[in-house]
């Protein structure tokens, strides 16, 4: 089982992924809470609000999750 919220859901999302393609555990489950999986944000359910995301955060968040980028640990 894995689980996560919001960007935590997106990266348990991942890890799914990552372990189906690369035959590690297999996973009884997911649990994921407003992941964002989708980074068109072009669906009546992405902009629930008066106002959307600001496009920088958009911008970032896509690059985020649509790059090979390796980020050094704490």
Known sequence: MIAGAS???GLAAGTTLLSRD?????LA???LTGPMLDHR?????????????PSGLRDFSRSAA?????????
Do not use: E, Y
Request: net charge positive; hydrophobic share 20%.
């Open 41 to 53: 944000n072009d669906s009546p359910w992405s902009q629930p609000h008066d106002r959307p995301a």
């Open 7 to 9: 960007a935590g859901g």
């Open 66 to 74: 649509l790059t090979n980028r390796r980020f050094s640990s704490f």
């Open 22 to 26: 690369h035959n590690g555990p297999t």
């Open 29 to 31: 489950g997911q649990v």
